[in-house]
């Protein structure tokens, strides 16, 4: 009960137990410091999610805001900032409950995806998505160390192209030294004749993990998985053309250039690749 709910004052402060001079202070008074902060804050979360196009969490929030923006500020208090003011980011799916490991000889990675340098240890897997056309197929090879997309294709039909396309974008942006490992699953594409020729030549060694584990290649697997909530699941798409584009744009310009990443210390792929060490890379 208070003074502002249509209570006279007098009885306001005595049923509270405080001084009417006190009431008079406490309305007359600006906002503290604190809460103007938290206003400008709430703003700037307000834009950062935005500009994620409605991904980011607080995870990510946060470390915009103390890695992009060189902001101090708690973690607690941009969850609170986040939950207030009904911004919320788009939850992951959920994981997979781990399945007994396979030995297999041509795995060359055996789960262990862990790299220091650049263009050590390349993944690459292919998706799909329906349009009303008919479905898109999507090729990418994946940096591990930076979590940067290298290469990618996109066609209407899952062919050895497809894959060996994105492999060729891969080699010609990085030029790697021989000894590269390309780890993929076990699809056809994969093991095709043009896709195998393409990686030798280029001193790329080849690496599968087992049939139907996707923990042998769980680092494209959770791309995949972010890609599908992140942009495929959020609309219904018309045209291949129109979710061709939009695939262009979440691979070089959102995920590689703007999208803060757990797996990297929140940076981002080209952020985290200009910090490297060149006698790392």
């Known amino acids: 009960m208070t003074a502002t709910e249509g209570h006279p004052v007098q009885v306001a402060v005595r049923v509270l137990g405080v001084s009417e001079s006190g009431f008079y202070a406490w309305r007359d008074r600006g906002p503290s410091a604190r809460s103007v902060r938290h206003v400008l804050l709430t703003d700037t979360i307000r834009q950062i999610h935005a500009a994620s196009n409605g991904v980011y969490g607080v995870r990510r929030v946060h470390a915009e805001l103390t890695l992009g923006r060189g902001l101090r500020v708690w973690h607690g208090t ?165 979710l061709a584009n939009a695939i262009f744009e979440y691979l070089e310009i959102f995920h590689n250039r703007q999208r803060r990443h757990s797996a990297i210390g929140w940076l981002i792929p080209v952020e985290f690749e200009k910090r490297l060490p060149s006698t790392v890379a």
Not at 149 to 178: F, K, Y
Not at 193 to 218: H, Q
């Open 78 to 242: 941009v969850a609170m900032l986040m939950s207030r003011a009904g911004v919320k980011g788009i939850a992951g799916r959920p994981k997979w409950r781990r399945a007994r490991p396979d030995l297999v000889s041509s795995d060359l990675v055996d789960r262990r995806f862990a790299r220091q340098g650049l263009d050590q240890l390349w993944v690459t897997d292919i998706t799909e998505h329906p349009t009303r056309e008919g479905k898109v197929y999507c090729a990418v090879v994946l940096d591990v160390c930076s979590r940067r997309v290298v290469g990618w294709a996109i066609d209407s039909s899952p062919t050895a192209a497809l894959t060996t396309n994105a492999l060729g974008m891969a080699i010609d942006n990085r030029e790697p030294n021989p000894g590269t490992v390309i780890h993929s699953d076990h699809g056809v594409q994969f093991g095709s004749w043009a896709f195998t020729r393409r990686a030798k030549e280029s001193g790329l060694v080849p690496s599968m993990g087992s049939i139907g584990d996707c923990y042998d290649n769980a680092v494209i697997e959770s791309f995949w998985s972010r890609m599908q909530v992140e942009l495929l699941d959020r609309r219904r798409w018309r045209t291949r053309m129109e």
